[in-house]
Nanobody
Framework: QVQLVESGGGLVQAGGSLRLSCAASRNLNDMGWYRQAPGKQRELVAVITTGGRTNYADSVKGRFTISRDNAKNTVYLQMNSLKPEDTAVYYC??????????WGQGTQVTVSS
């Protein structure tokens, strides 16, 4: 059973920074972050392939950076210049062999104005 363990969420003022981490119990393929705000659908934030290719939602480009450490089976999300609209539960997502999809339990990020 694959486990994804997230950490790093919290409360921060607008303009501040947070760093999320997601540690997987084994090596996986594409890894990424999604978020879900109250009353809204879950949306992609950023994704990174095993080879390091990245893709970002337009709303976070230039502010968020996704990275991974394959030796540690860990993906990170550095979030800078945070805005109140970034407030959401952030979920780590990973896939294996392009078939199996795994989700973390979610971590709350709250940005106050």
């Amino acid at each position: 059973q694959v486990q994804l363990v997230e950490s790093g969420g919290g409360l921060v003022q607008a303009g501040g920074s947070l760093r999320l981490s997601c540690a997987a119990s084994r090596n996986l393929n594409d890894m990424g972050w999604y978020r879900q705000a109250p009353g809204k659908q879950r949306e992609l934030v950023a994704v990174i392939t095993t080879g390091g290719r990245t893709n970002y939602a337009d709303s976070v480009k230039g502010r968020f950076t996704i990275s991974r450490d394959n030796a540690k089976n860990t993906v990170y999300l550095q979030m800078n210049s945070l805005k109140p609209e970034d407030t959401a539960v952030y979920y780590c997502r990973a896939n294996s062999m392009g078939i199996y999809v795994y989700w973390g339990q979610g971590t709350q990020v709250t940005v106050s104005s």
